[in-house]
Every structure is written in structure tokens, then in C-alpha cells.
């Protein structure tokens, strides 16, 4: 009996309709938009203006586009996961309010928090559910509203980042299809560089907090640029060698979309062509957990089955990892 694989079966992506231009962003900080395409390769960003609106009404529209064009009953979906760095609420899974929002009555559903690596991460814990036979339709949904943590005075973070969810179902596959092999990594070490102060258990939120910015993002750009570089890179890599690919093997590379130049560098290090290189930081930045969905809800009309992917990520914490996927249907 062939041994069960955890399969993409369906793709689902929203972002908010209002965009933020590099050439607008020169109106707000001291920056212009020849720094921020050279530097980073963004353009514009998309933010969600809705009132009351949190990162679960990107999660939500997102997941109903991907049961829509997959023609998914959520009534059969088992758990759903919402990867996030930006939940509703601090307290209260996210992924509970939109599982119900969706109809997905008989799942269950938590959150998970890796930084830009938390779909990467939710990837392999849908894969694991699946092929240790449990369940049978998971839906991994990356999804932040960055605008909610951003001081749009500080020209080093607000330039980078941007709101969006993109949603992929995983079900079990006995072709051989789906996940490969996975490499995830993590270190405390990045603490210092990527992270907000305040708000959380160590420093809860204050008037003093607030008054000193401390629940914004806070960066280090430099030093994340260059863990991000050796690392997305060397695991990228790693997970070729050992499933012995070679660059002709590889159809596409879904990298997180950080920063250009990263991209360029891992691409590079593993020997794969651009044209092989999924790309959308220039109309989207950095999206966080949504990243990568929104990458293949771009692209899912030129994936063919059978095609071997290679995901990688980077995020805070620091937290990284590479994962092998064979794509498993044409659209
Ligand atoms: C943030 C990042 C784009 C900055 O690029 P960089 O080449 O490292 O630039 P530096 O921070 O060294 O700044 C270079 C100069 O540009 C200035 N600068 C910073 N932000 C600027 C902006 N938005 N516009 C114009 N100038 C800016 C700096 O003040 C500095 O000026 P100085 O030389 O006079 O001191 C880059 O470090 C990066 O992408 N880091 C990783 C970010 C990331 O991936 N984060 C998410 C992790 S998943």
C-alpha cells in the first residue's frame, strides 16, 4: 500500500483593495520610492481600511474564495489553522471565528504564531494531521493585517510590510503527491532583532507603553537581512541535496517575499533561474503569513501536476525552514 501524502487540493487568496504606493509613502516618511524598489523590490502595499475589520476579515474572504472555486463543503472541512502574527484578539483563536464564519461546523481550529514563518510551519503540522490518518481536509490559512502593528513614522518598517490572506486545503494523496520532506529551524537569538516590546506578558500595555511607541514593530534591519540571507538560503539548499534535486528538477521556488535581494539570494544559492521564481513583493511587500499562500493563489494557473516545489521561509524569532511539495493537480 502506497503511504499517504499530504496534497494541495485548492488555492484562495484576498487582499484589501486600497493601495499603498511607494510614491504616496513619499508624502508620509522621509524615504522615496528609487530607495525602497532598489533596496527591497516593493512598490506598493495593500492595507485594509475597513472599520473593525482584523486580520480574520482578510482569513475569512480568502478561505470562501478557495471553497468557492474548489467546490469544498465546510461542513466536511476538520480543522482549520490560521497562521498569523497579527490574531483579532490577544486572546481568543482567531481560526475558532472564522471556522465558524465559514460553516466549518464540525472542525476544530487554533492559531499559530512563527512570525514569516507561520504558514511555512503550518504546512507541516497539516501534513502531519493528514498522513497520520486523523483528518482528512485541512485548510491552512496565512493571513496578517501588519498596518495594525506599523508606525507609519518609521520609515526603516513601514515602508516593507503589507495586509493580505491567501488559504490552500491540504487532503491526503496516495499518488505520491503533496509533501516531500521538510526542514525547520529556529533560534532564540533573533529576539533582539525583530519583535514589539510591549503588549505581551513581559510588558503589558500601558499609557507609558503606548506613549513610547511600544507596540509597534520594531527592526533591526541589517542583522535580520543577513541571518535571513544565510539561512533561507542554506536550508533551501539542503533540502535539494538531500532529495537529491538538482536546479532542473526544481519547477518552482515560493519564497517568502522579505526582501527582494533575499529572494535573489537563495534563488542563486540553489542555482534555480528567475523564471522559476515566484514573485509578488513588489505589488503586495511583505505580507507575513500570507506570503506564500498568496503566492500560489498568483501563480496556480501555471502549476501543472507533478511539478516539484520548494517553499522557503524566514521570520522573527528567528524562525525558518524549507519545505519540498510536489503540486498535484492542473487548473
Ligand atoms: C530594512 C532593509 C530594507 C534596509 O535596507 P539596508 O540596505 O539594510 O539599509 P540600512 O538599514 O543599512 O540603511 C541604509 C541607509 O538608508 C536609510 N534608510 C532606512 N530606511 C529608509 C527609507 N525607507 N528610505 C530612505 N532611506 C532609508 C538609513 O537611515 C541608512 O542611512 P545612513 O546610511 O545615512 O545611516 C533591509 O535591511 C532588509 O530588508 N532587512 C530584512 C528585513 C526583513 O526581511 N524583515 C522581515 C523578516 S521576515
Not at 503550518?122 to 506599523?150: H, N
Not at 508606525?151 to 503533496?178: K, Q, S
Not at 511600544?214 to 540571507?229: E, L
Not at 528567475?274 to 498568496?294: C, F, H, Q
Amino acid at each position: 500500500m502506497n503511504k499517504t501524502t499530504a496534497a494541495i487540493t485548492a488555492v484562495g487568496g484576498y487582499v484589501p483593495d486600497f493601495v499603498l504606493s511607494n510614491k504616496v509613502l513619499e508624502t508620509m516618511v522621509d524615504t522615496n520610492d528609487e530607495w525602497i524598489t532598489s533596496r527591497t523590490g516593493i512598490k506598493e502595499r495593500r492595507i485594509l481600511k475597513e472599520e473593525n475589520a482584523g486580520t480574520s476579515y482578510m482569513a475569512i474572504r480568502a478561505a470562501q474564495d478557495l471553497i468557492k472555486k474548489g467546490n469544498v463543503d465546510p461542513s466536511e472541512i476538520d480543522f482549520v489553522l490560521v497562521a498569523t502574527a497579527t490574531p483579532d484578539l490577544p486572546v481568543a483563536s482567531t481560526a475558532a471565528y472564522v471556522a465558524s464564519e465559514i460553516g466549518a461546523v464540525n472542525a476544530f481550529a487554533y492559531d499559530l504564531q512563527a512570525a514569516c514563518s507561520s504558514f511555512l510551519y503550518g504546512m507541516s503540522t497539516a501534513a502531519s494531521y493528514i498522513e497520520s490518518g486523523k483528518y482528512k481536509k485541512v485548510l491552512v490559512i496565512g493571513a496578517d493585517k501588519m498596518s495594525s502593528i506599523l508606525d507609519y513614522t518609521d520609515r526603516t518598517t513601514c515602508i516593507i510590510f503589507g495586509d493580505g490572506a491567501g488559504a490552500v486545503l491540504f487532503e491526503p494523496n496516495e499518488e505520491g503527491l503533496g509533501v516531500q520532506d521538510e526542514y525547520l529551524r529556529s533560534d532564540g537569538v533573533g529576539r533582539q532583532f525583530l519583535k514589539i516590546d510591549a503588549g505581551g506578558s513581559i510588558l503589558p500595555a500601558s499609557e507609558e507603553t503606548v506613549k513610547n511607541k511600544q507596540h509597534y514593530v520594531y527592526q533591526d534591519g541589517k542583522s535580520v537581512f543577513k541571518f535571513a540571507v544565510s539561512n533561507m538560503a542554506e536550508v533551501s539548499a539542503l533540502i535539494m541535496e538531500r532529495n537529491n534535486l538538482s536546479h532542473e528538477d526544481v519547477q518552482w521556488l515560493v519564497p517568502h517575499q522579505a526582501n527582494k535581494r533575499i529572494i535573489d539570494a537563495t534563488a542563486n544559492r540553489m542555482g534555480v533561474d528567475s523564471e522559476k521564481v515566484m514573485i509578488n513583493i513588489d505589488r503586495y511587500g511583505n505580507t507575513t503569513s500570507a506570503t506564500l499562500p498568496l503566492l500560489l493563489f498568483d501563480y496556480e494557473k501555471q502549476l501543472k501536476k507533478g511539478d516539484n516545489l520548494i517553499f522557503a521561509a524566514f521570520g522573527g524569532g528567528f524562525t525558518w525552514g524549507s519545505i519540498y511539495l510536489k503540486w498535484a493537480y492542473n487548473s
